[in-house]
């Protein structure tokens, strides 16, 4: 069986792809530069702390691998996106040039890059009824953030090195992966966990804050699609950006209100108008990911979201 790197291993996605592999009998060697200890360990045969900013350390981490899954970056949710420029830019910049040059260099068999929503263009969702991004949509470019653009540069890395050094690159468009074992505090959380944390601590009745108007649409897919999705794709033979998401349009508002009746709380909610919010509208289209990994995710919002609920509601 090949052995398996997987970067960003301490992270959310990271550390359930790490679990499922690791199931599986493959030998996973995971690295992160620090662990936040969500999931239960162990969930790898090797575990490795690395800053992969220094291309020193992504060659320590891609010895005696055959194949590469690189979640590792500096990210969170929409707050710490819209906040921070240069940090996000430089550090997963430099991370994604030294992966892959040394993925060249280490003769890996195959590089998975984990891209994301954000590389569509804001003039695309400007529009809360967003029928759905299309891989396709992407050009002419216009990412709404630092993050994004960093995001789509990287795409483009990937097709260079693909194209340059036959390096076999599968490359995924995240849409608002969310579920239990993830960031939930802290700053860098997104809309699904920094939504059951509030309700979790909100006394009843009680209530809480919604950044915006609660009227901006998202879609929402849960880790186990997305880390099934992320292995199909690896497998595939399709070498250009996919989307990973679900096509199931919801706002915030309806967001917050699945959960307040998970909860079984009676909760009011106040909209805070100047908390970033991002785009108006984003969505995912699954055309093209139907098509090609004949496969599309199972798992309904209010299933994922009660199992998310139920672990953030235990840290309380
Ligand atoms: N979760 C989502 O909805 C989503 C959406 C779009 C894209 N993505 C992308 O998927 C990947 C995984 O996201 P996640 O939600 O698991 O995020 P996460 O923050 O939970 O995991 C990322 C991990 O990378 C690690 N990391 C950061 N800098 C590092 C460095 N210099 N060296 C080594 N490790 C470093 C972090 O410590 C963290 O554990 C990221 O590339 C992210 O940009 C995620």
């Known amino acids: 069986m090949d052995k398996i790197l997987i970067t960003g291993a301490g992270g959310f996605i990271g550390s359930h792809l790490a679990k499922r592999l690791y199931e599986e009998d493959y030998e996973v060697k995971a690295v992160d530069i620090k662990w936040d200890g969500y999931l239960p360990e162990?969930?790898?045969?090797e575990k490795l702390t690395l800053d992969l900013r220094s291309r020193e350390n992504c060659r320590i981490a891609l010895k005696d691998v055959d194949q590469v899954f690189h979640l590792a970056a500096n990210m969170g949710?929409?707050?710490?996106?819209t906040e921070v420029g240069a940090e996000i830019m430089h550090d997963n910049v430099i991370m994604n040039a030294n992966m892959l040059q040394e993925s060249v260099e280490s003769k890996i068999g195959r590089f998975f890059f984990s891209s994301s929503a954000c590389i569509y263009p804001t003039y695309r969702q400007v529009d809360t009824e967003n029928p759905g991004l299309k891989e396709e949509d992407a050009y002419p470019a216009d990412p709404?953030?630092?993050y994004g653009w960093e995001?789509?540069?990287t795409?483009?890395?990937?097709?260079?090195?693909?194209?340059?050094?036959?390096?076999?690159?599968?490359?995924?468009?995240?849409?608002?992966?969310?579920?239990?074992?993830?960031?939930?505090?802290?700053?860098?959380?997104?809309?699904?966990?920094?939504?059951?944390r509030k309700i979790a601590q909100a006394s009843n009745p009680g209530n809480i804050e919604?950044?915006?108007?609660?009227?901006?649409?998202?879609?929402?897919?849960y880790i186990d699609d997305g880390v099934e999705g992320i292995l199909r794709l690896m497998k595939s033979d399709f070498q250009e950006p996919l989307n990973i998401g679900s096509d199931r349009l919801v706002t915030i508002e309806e967001l917050a209100?699945?959960?307040i009746k998970i909860s079984g709380k009676t909760i009011e909610k106040q909209h805070l108008?100047?908390?970033?919010?991002?785009?108006?509208?984003?969505?995912?289209?699954?055309?093209?990911?139907?098509?090609?990994?004949?496969w599309e995710p199972q798992i309904s919002l209010e299933e994922g979201l009660t199992r998310t609920y139920r672990w953030i509601e235990e840290k309380f």
């Open 273 to 294: 108008l100047s908390a970033p919010q991002g785009v108006r509208g984003r969505n995912a289209d699954l055309t093209l990911l139907k098509k090609t990994l004949k």
């Open 210 to 221: 919604i950044w915006g108007d609660g009227q901006q649409t998202r879609s929402y897919c």
């Open 77 to 81: 949710g929409i707050g710490f996106i």
């Open 144 to 146: 709404d953030d630092f």
């Open 257 to 259: 209100d699945m959960i």
């Open 155 to 196: 795409e483009k890395m990937c097709e260079a090195y693909q194209r340059d050094h036959n390096l076999e690159v599968r490359v995924a468009r995240f849409h608002n992966i969310y579920g239990p074992h993830g960031t939930y505090d802290g700053g860098r959380e997104k809309s699904p966990a920094a939504l059951c």
């Open 42 to 45: 162990p969930y790898y045969t």
């Open 151 to 153: 995001k789509l540069y």
